[in-house]
């Protein structure tokens, strides 16, 4: 019978106190001490400062030093979000996602999860990056609770906030003022420090500094392949996962950036070469005037990492994979029917009769309406008791997320040199009585081994167990080795364009060659899918 977590000890909610026995480990980083506290073997230290508050004359620098700690800093909690506009959230399948502590500019934190502190160990290390895109989100989500992926791999995670939206990625270029020609890239740059953070302190907490994974879901797993593409991110990690991402292949283009720069100067009445004013604008204010900018570009947010030639010289997954990351393993895939997380949010979009459905899929896909009858009609033979309202969400699911990642996977592959291995979670969630199937985030709680904590999403039924430790394990084999074989799954192979070896992460596990690959190749026909609401004259792959 499979165990579940309270057999295993593993953290089952991550608002947990810390154990009226603990101890309280204090550990020397380069900037002074920090005292965690330990809970069921494992050492947590929260809310650690790797760069100076964002805020005032450094808005849009680059992340400068944080100051040197005075006697030893209690890391107990974690630290401010970075300021943005994410809503609260009540529904159960949302809210083990999300978190509703203070904003602040002072948001460059890290946390530390480890079973061991100064002895001398080298455990494999995990940088884990948050979605919420480019504009929301935070490391202290319940479900990021690092406990049992630390206990159960005996590995340590470090999670981070950093910069967000336009206080992450406002482009500066038309000021002329060099101190902000890193302006739309500050957010990503605030990762590469604390990538830097780990690689001089990490050894302390128990880790290995020439063994980093980094990985992130969703927007998160983008921000792994913009660190791919970044020089400055070279040589700071060794491995990397990405799940979920949409975004990965294009970032935005120093025009799409300046275009939403000055929507958003307009709402303020600044000029654009008056950067003074704009440090002086109140972190509210810049808030609120931002969806107003967004509506008044088209809604098309480009808020996001800029290939301006400097930090980012290149898209990270265009034409081929970035060439400095090429002897770095990755991991890659997507959940079978991601679209159903978002679309849970507005009801309507399970009810669409057919009429609705090519519609929409004509418009979202970017094709004329017989090519988009052509792919309803594909998706409909390989699923014949599908309604309207599951063809859409197979449809913009593949086109959203599934192809991007497949396409990454091609251009790694025709590197020869590191490997892709390539994933499609198809596990089904009981919630909402079986409404999301395999929804959006929905990896997170398997791979971190919090199905507990994130019950909302995943349900209480007992087969989650067996899926989690296989994920698990193939997370932390995978951070050892780069290669995410174990004995709990079936043997997974890299990917190439012939085999295209896919590991279906479900009960159980297998791998399958090229799976749905009459929908794969209907998809990757039409306009690439681009985050940023445009579209690619031809198709990619």
Not at 40 to 47: D, E, T
Not at 90 to 111: F, G, M, Q, Y
Not at 494 to 513: L, W
């Amino acid at each position: 019978m499979a165990k579940s977590n309270e057999d295993l000890g593993m953290v089952t909610s991550a608002h947990h106190a810390v154990a009226a026995n603990s101890t309280r480990p204090i550990v020397e980083t380069t900037r002074g001490r920090v005292r965690g506290a330990t809970l069921n073997g494992i050492h947590s230290f929260k809310g650690i400062p790797y760069g100076a508050n964002t805020g005032g004359k450094n808005r849009w620098l680059p992340p400068q030093p944080v100051a040197p700690l005075s006697g030893v800093r209690d890391a107990l909690d974690y630290g401010p979000r970075a300021p943005q506009n994410e809503r609260p959230a009540k529904e159960p399948h949302l809210t083990w996602i999300r978190d509703t502590r203070a904003c602040s500019e002072d948001c460059l934190v890290l946390n530390v999860f480890t079973p061991g502190v100064n002895d001398s160990r080298k455990r494999p290390v995990l940088v884990y990056s948050h979605g919420g895109g480019y504009v929301s989100g935070a490391a202290s989500a319940p479900g990021l609770d690092g406990h049992n992926f630390a206990r159960r791999g005996d590995v340590v995670l470090v999670t981070l906030n950093h910069r967000l939206n336009a206080f992450g990625h406002l482009s500066l270029a038309a000021s002329g003022d060099a101190r902000y020609a890193d302006a739309g890239n500050v957010g990503m740059l605030d990762v590469i420090a604390a990538l830097k953070w780990v690689r001089e302190n990490i050894t302390n907490f128990g880790g290995d500094p020439a063994n980093i994974s980094i990985s992130g879901q969703s927007g998160g797993a983008s921000k792994v392949a913009v660190m791919m593409a970044m020089p400055a991110a070279r040589g700071l990690f060794h491995k990397a996962i990405i799940q979920s991402a949409s975004s990965l292949l294009r970032m935005a283009t120093p025009e799409a950036a300046a275009r939403n720069t000055h929507f958003l100067l307009k709402q303020l009445n600044i000029d654009a070469k008056n950067v003074a004013a704009l440090l002086d604008v109140p972190t509210a204010t810049l808030l609120h005037a931002m969806p107003k900018a967004v509506a008044a570009a088209g809604r098309v947010d480009n808020y996001r990492p800029v290939v301006d030639g400097r930090s980012l010289p290149a898209h990270p997954f265009d034409t081929t994979a970035p060439a400095i990351s090429a002897d770095i393993p990755m991991m890659i895939g997507s959940a079978e029917t991601e679209m159903t997380f978002p679309y849970s949010q507005a009801m309507e979009n399970f009810s669409y009769g057919a009429a609705q459905v090519l519609t929409r899929v004509q418009d979202f896909v970017g094709v004329d309406v017989a090519h988009a009858r052509r792919l309803v009609d594909l998706y409909r033979s390989t699923r014949p008791n599908a309604t309207p309202g599951d063809i859409w969400v197979a449809i913009s699911t593949d086109h959203q997320y599934r192809r991007n990642g497949i396409r990454a996977s091609e251009l790694k592959a025709a590197q020869h040199k590191a490997p892709s291995w390539h994933y499609l979670f198809t596990w089904k969630t009981p919630v909402l009585n079986g409404l999301l199937k395999s929804p959006h985030t929905i990896c997170i709680p398997f791979s971190f081994g919090n199905v507990d904590i994130a019950a909302g999403i995943t349900g209480n039924g007992a087969d989650r167990y067996a899926l989690e430790a296989s994920m698990m394990g193939a997370w932390h084999a995978f951070m050892r080795t780069g290669n995410p074989n174990h004995p709990g799954i079936a043997q997974w192979k890299p990917y190439n364009a012939e085999d295209r070896a896919t590991m279906i992460f479900d009960v159980p596990c297998n791998s399958v060659n090229d799976p749905a690959r009459e929908e794969r190749i209907a998809i990757s026909a039409c306009p690439a899918y681009r985050a940023d609401g445009s579209r690619l004259a031809h198709a990619q792959g």
